[in-house]
């Protein structure tokens, strides 16, 4: 249901967008977002948006991303400025539907290179 793409390897200080779209009727969907999971710990919410535009971030990238919904396209995307190499991790992108089931997407690696 949920197609990521965007990772990739960069060098610390760049710049990356992920992007995840949606098959679904986008009105369906309450928020999507993006998680990063790090090898033996769980995955840690990185930003969400909800279908009005409210955006919660979780605390480790604050204020080094910027995310954003469009409706039309039925997608999400997550810019990350000033990557730093402790970024390095799969990250997921998530959906959670009015009706209550959540979808994950299949993961994109990012990897920083210092």
């Known amino acids: 249901q949920l197609q990521a793409s965007g990772g990739g390897l960069v060098q610390a200080g760049g710049s990356l967008t992920l992007s995840c779209t949606s098959n679904t009727n986008i009105f369906r969907i309450l928020t999507m977002g993006w998680y990063r999971q790090l090898p033996g710990k769980q995955r840690e919410l990185v930003a969400k948006i909800t279908d009005r535009g409210v955006v919660n971030y979780g605390d480790y990238m604050k204020g080094r991303i910027t995310i954003s919904r469009d409706d039309a396209k039925k997608s999400v995307s997550l810019q990350i400025n000033s990557l730093r190499p402790e970024d390095t991790g799969v990250f997921y992108c998530?959906?959670?539907?009015?009706?209550?089931?959540?979808?994950w997407g299949q993961g994109t690696q990012v990897t920083v290179s210092s």
């Open positions: 998530h959906a959670e539907m009015r009706s209550g089931p959540q979808f």
